[in-house]
């Protein structure tokens, strides 16, 4: 319970035990013995405990990422920690102007994916620039 | 004072670089992102507020008097989508931003430019959805749920509904990349001494809430992409896989709206009360369990549809009663012998636990199919939303500003206009939807923008639409309030309230990188521990 990765983990353990009675139920549990013919017969039964399970499954990967990263979560560590990023504010603008494009035209979505590609270029450089600072003060 | 634990240093200088327009557009602190989105969010609430004043102008007596058929169902979809997708959510999520790196004791949050690009993406998407209303068929008037077929091509034509899609698809994207850079900070950020039972139960909530966003955001994407591609390539899909898509997402989220505002509220009640949180760790685990039942319960949107698992979808939608039950339990038994004090986050947090009480009770009667099968699609299910919605998660959120303000600041709010703001918004709220109770009980449906003179439908409707401007009223106090207070400030000092929690710690404002040191961290309530030492000693 200390390591971070033990609660996902459980969550998603808890979500699978749902819908481990999902798939039952969705199945004909309470029709059991008989041909369903109620009004909540379950049509495609399939979706629902597979939409239910496949989030209970990420829930438990993503904790068992972290268990085997063997982390506890307490950052101890020296980083450098950004002030500002406008290469950021620019791919998020770039994105806005592309998804406005799918509605208005394949010109402003052209012009959307210029402007995001302008920014993650902004910001591959930043992250170049941080890993540079890292490099010359790599701390105590 | 004598600091026994250091946070992780920063590289990067201590004090502010960034001001003026750059840090309103690109500044990556969490404090600064946390305040843009909270004030985005209010500009949407003030939007989508007008919105619902139109909607219940045009309802207040049968006829059509201020808007045409067309016009309704655009705005109450507006409304709708826009509390929804750009209000309740993103609010759910700035709160996050802003409080969990101060009460981790961290420096900043885990990816402060990825959170920063999330943030301009809710921008982004709430623009293209309401740039609908320019366009030749007016926004999206398909409801926020926006059902296939309706919203196919066929039914619903014009550009604005494939703007709304798109803003939708946007602002909800943002929203799922910034639940995961909260989670991470909370998972790998955390101050030594901050074990994971040692996180405040505010912390927590914000835990279940990302992990709920993370696995049911991808839902609604999918759903609306399904809509994008029947619109834009006639693609055809089964309406049964959008409805389970829509609603796997969909019903999470009325949690994901819930549990940030519900951990307001327990550290107000605790800190308020003069007591530490009782049943810390009961509260923790039925969050836990809470937020899986919460994901196992979308069927029940569909009971009326035939084609969903009622009996499994009717047993947890009733059991959520038990998780809830924990949680109340725990509140009161925080209040039960403290010293209480009823200022005004106490007051709104108080209204909180009964008004959500009314909208949690009615949410068992409508878990229930055949009670469902005749109350679905009327106002009675409006009325139990609002007020789970509204009367909960909104006075929770009030809660959190009147208790967090001083320290997001450095300065109180008046404690005179809180009170006028929390009464009026009390008799606003219940005057607004609790006759929706009896209108929805009477048959009235929802989604319309006329209604047959029948009983006393008209002076319900009245009455509700009279409460709605108390409600405009009551947001007027509160703005007036944060307008006062800011210009004439009363200085708040660091802890103004007695907290318990690592924000109180530092300064109000805090500095750039919230802590120059830590207090000893051996609880939930390091600050109540170092006060009892005190005491003790």
């Given at each position: 319970m200390r390591r971070p990765g033990f609660w996902p983990l459980a969550w998603g353990i808890l979500i699978g035990a749902s819908a481990a009675l999902l798939w039952a139920f969705a199945y004909g549990l309470p029709h059991a013995g008989s041909s369903c013919s109620s009004a909540t017969c379950v049509a495609q039964p399939a979706l629902a405990p597979a939409l239910l399970s496949a989030a209970g499954l990420a829930s438990a990967l993503l904790g068992l990422v972290l268990i085997a990263r063997r982390t506890d979560g307490i950052d101890r560590g020296r980083r450098p920690i950004a002030d500002q990023s406008m290469a950021s504010a620019v791919a998020a603008i770039g994105i806005g102007l592309a998804a406005l494009g799918g509605a208005v035209g394949s010109w402003l979505v052209e012009i959307g994916v210029g402007v995001t590609a302008a920014g993650i270029g902004g910001v591959v450089r930043e992250g170049l620039a941080m890993r540079e600072l890292r490099r010359r003060d790599p701390g105590p | 004072m004598t600091a026994a634990e250091t946070p992780a240093p920063a590289l990067a200088p201590p004090e502010p670089r960034v001001r003026g327009w750059v840090a309103l557009v690109a500044s990556t602190d969490h404090k600064s992102l946390g305040l843009r989105l909270f004030a985005l969010s209010g500009i949407y609430f003030l939007a989508g507020g007008i919105l619902a004043l139109l909607v219940r102008s045009e309802l207040a007596v049968p006829g059509m008097q201020v808007l045409s058929h067309q016009e309704y169902n655009e705005i109450f979809t507006m409304h709708g989508s826009t509390m929804v997708y750009l209000v309740v959510q993103p609010l759910a999520l700035a709160l996050g931003v802003y409080l969990v790196p101060l009460q981790i004791g961290a420096p900043d949050l885990a990816a402060p430019r990825l959170a920063l690009f999330c943030v301009w993406l809710q921008v982004a998407g709430g623009l293209v959805m309401y740039l609908g209303f320019l366009t030749t068929h007016g926004a999206g008037p398909d409801g926020w749920t926006a059902y296939l077929p309706l919203a196919s091509s066929a039914f619903t034509p014009g550009s604005g509904m494939d703007m709304w899609v798109l803003g939708v698809i946007v602002a909800n994207a943002g929203q799922l990349v910034l639940a995961g850079v909260i989670l991470a900070t909370i998972l790998l950020r955390r101050a030594?001494?901050?074990?994971?039972?040692?996180?405040?139960?505010?912390?927590?909530?914000?835990?279940?809430?990302?992990?709920?966003?993370?696995?049911?955001?991808?839902?609604?994407?999918?759903?609306?992409?399904?809509?994008?591609?029947?619109?834009?390539?006639?693609?055809?899909?089964?309406?049964?896989?959008?409805?389970?898509?829509?609603?796997?997402?969909?019903?999470?989220?009325?949690?994901?709206?819930?549990?940030?505002?519900?951990?307001?509220?327990?550290?107000?009640?605790?800190?308020?009360?003069?007591?530490?949180?009782?049943?810390?760790?009961?509260m923790v685990f039925s969050l836990l369990a809470f937020a899986m039942l919460s994901m196992s319960v979308w069927g029940h949107h569909m009971y009326t549809t035939g084609?969903?698992?009622?009996?499994?979808?009717?047993?947890?939608?009733?059991?959520?009663?038990?998780?809830?039950?924990?949680?109340?339990?725990?509140?009161?038994?925080?209040?039960?012998?403290?010293?209480?004090?009823?200022?005004?986050?106490?007051?709104?947090?108080?209204?909180?636990?009964?008004?959500?009480?009314?909208?949690?009770?009615?949410?068992?009667?409508?878990?229930?199919?055949?009670?469902?099968?005749?109350?679905?699609?009327?106002?009675?299910?409006?009325?139990?939303?609002?007020?789970?919605?509204?009367?909960?998660?909104?006075?929770?959120?009030?809660?959190?500003?009147?208790?967090?303000?001083?320290?997001?600041?450095?300065?109180?709010?008046?404690?005179?206009?809180?009170?006028?703001?929390?009464?009026?918004?009390?008799?606003?709220?219940n005057l607004t939807f609790f006759p929706m109770f009896i209108l929805g009980y009477d048959g009235m449906v929802r989604?319309?923008?006329?209604?047959?003179?029948?009983?006393?439908?008209?002076?319900?409707?009245?009455?509700s639409t009279a409460g709605s401007g108390v409600i405009a009223l009551a947001t007027l106090v509160f703005i007036a309030n944060v307008w006062i207070s800011l210009r004439r400030r009363e200085p708040a000092g660091n802890d103004p309230w007695e907290g318990q929690t690592l924000e109180w710690w530092t300064t109000s404002p805090p500095p750039r990188h919230n802590f120059t040191d830590l207090p000893p961290i051996r609880s939930y309530a390091p600050l109540l521990d170092l006060r009892q030492e005190r005491e003790a000693t």
């Open positions: - | 030594p001494g901050v074990s994971m039972l040692r996180l405040p139960v505010f912390v927590w909530t914000e835990v279940v809430t990302t992990l709920m966003v993370l696995v049911s955001f991808p839902a609604l994407l999918a759903a609306m992409t399904m809509i994008y591609l029947e619109r834009q390539f006639s693609f055809t899909f089964d309406p049964n896989i959008y409805l389970n898509l829509f609603w796997f997402y969909g019903h999470p989220n009325v949690y994901v709206m819930f549990f940030p505002f519900l951990g307001c509220v327990a550290e107000v009640v605790a800190v308020f009360s003069g007591k530490r949180f009782f049943g810390y760790s009961a084609r969903s698992a009622n009996e499994f979808f009717a047993l947890t939608s009733t059991s959520l009663a038990v998780a809830a039950g924990v949680e109340y339990f725990d509140m009161v038994g925080t209040i039960w012998g403290g010293s209480v004090r009823l200022r005004t986050p106490m007051l709104f947090a108080l209204a909180f636990l009964i008004q959500f009480l009314v909208g949690g009770l009615t949410g068992i009667i409508v878990a229930s199919p055949p009670l469902d099968y005749s109350l679905n699609d009327t106002y009675f299910v409006v009325a139990h939303f609002h007020y789970t919605l509204f009367a909960g998660s909104l006075f929770g959120l009030f809660a959190g500003i009147y208790y967090w303000f001083p320290k997001a600041t450095g300065a109180m709010l008046r404690e005179g206009l809180g009170r006028l703001h929390f009464w009026l918004l009390v008799l606003g709220t989604r319309v923008a006329d209604y047959p003179h029948i009983g006393t439908w008209e002076l319900l409707n009245s009455l």
